[in-house]
């Protein structure tokens, strides 16, 4: 099997996809805003100017070759969200998901 090699992001066995640069922010993070917002890769780099084209690139890139994967940390992410509604609505990824209409 082909193995491919993502530059800018790092993934450990059991952990999610990672910036190199800056590994506090997750693949879904950024993914979440494609989604949410549907904001192309330039419009999220121009939302959070900590993100090089290059990076935003790679996480989409890793992102459609890995959907599933991402896609169930995002699922999972909801689900904590929901179950603890009191404190979700002041957290990013509340309001990206809100935005999205999935509430």
Known sequence: MLSLSYPHIEKEENQP????RLPRIRIAQIVM???????SVEEICRQHLYLTLAEAHASMGYY???QEEIDQE?????QQVQDNTTQAAKTPFYIRMKAKELL
């Open 33 to 39: 805003d494609y989604i949410a917002y549907g904001w």
């Open 17 to 20: 996809a990672r910036l190199q």
């Open 74 to 78: 995002i699922s999972q992410e909801w």
């Open 64 to 66: 459609f070759d890995h």
